[in-house]
């Protein structure tokens, strides 16, 4: 079983639409995060959310809101897509007590392409 | 504010030689340090974690980091490099006051040579 899964693997749409990226981790973790990793490898967060707060990036627009139905899942949702938007997008969760406190469970990417 | 520094693009080293990968860091409190590797095509995988005890720290794959406080750096070594190594390495730190996110440096490609 994927600890960390991701769905789609890869998106592509046109500018100024809204897509979600779905992620569920079955590691049973309390925290969940997004990642924007650009062309350059350069890797950024976004946000970190457990089921009592959520810690935003304050460089992300606004376009980009996370939405978590339940502990096991934390979707991205990105509204009036932009060219700029275009870049590898990762899921991650950890803990945040124990033995494995902070180490983080990364998903394997959702390629998005903006034309 | 917190910061990570990869000093090194890219790092290249024969297959056989030790390797060092060179971290550098900034954080507000005391520092939760790591290391994660990324292979073409897929997310990153942990590869050891530094949060108190002992500065020198063993994880995945025979890889070690030290850590010294006086000079804020995690550097990654491994003693002997396999060309299974080569992949992308990044550095990573999280603050120990309450609020702190985690930072990642840029990267550091290895490519170990046959």
């Known amino acids: 079983d994927t600890a960390v899964s991701q769905t789609p693997k890869y998106l592509v749409t046109q500018m100024g639409n809204d897509k979600s990226i779905k992620c569920e981790q079955n590691?049973?973790?309390?925290?969940m995060y997004w990642y924007k990793q650009d062309s350059k490898k350069f890797l950024k967060i976004m946000f970190s959310y457990n089921n009592k707060e959520l810690i935003i990036n304050e460089t992300v627009p606004n376009r980009f809101s996370p939405k978590s139905p339940d502990k096991a899942h934390l979707n991205l949702h990105i509204n009036s897509l932009e060219l700029g938007d275009s870049a590898v997008y990762f899921c991650?969760?950890?803990?945040?007590?124990?033995?494995?406190?902070?180490?983080?469970?990364f998903g394997a990417g959702t390629r998005l392409s903006v034309l | 504010a917190q910061s990570v520094a990869q000093p090194e693009d890219q790092v290249n080293v024969a297959e056989g030689n030790p390797l060092t990968v060179k971290c550098t860091y900034s954080v507000s409190g005391n520092p939760y340090l790591f290391w994660y590797v990324q292979y073409p095509n897929r997310g990153l995988q942990f590869l050891l974690k530094?949060?108190?005890?002992?500065?020198l720290v063993k994880g995945s794959y025979g890889f070690e980091a030290e850590f010294n406080k006086s000079q804020t750096s995690f550097h990654l070594k491994k003693p002997s490099a396999l060309v299974s190594d080569s992949a992308l390495y990044f550095c990573a730190v999280r603050g120990g006051n309450y609020g702190q996110n985690f930072v990642f440096g840029p990267g550091t490609r290895l490519s170990v040579l046959p």
């Open positions: 530094y949060i108190t005890g002992d500065n």
């Open positions: 590691l049973g973790h309390d925290t």
């Open positions: 991650a969760s950890s803990q945040v007590s124990g033995v494995a406190k902070n180490i983080q469970y």
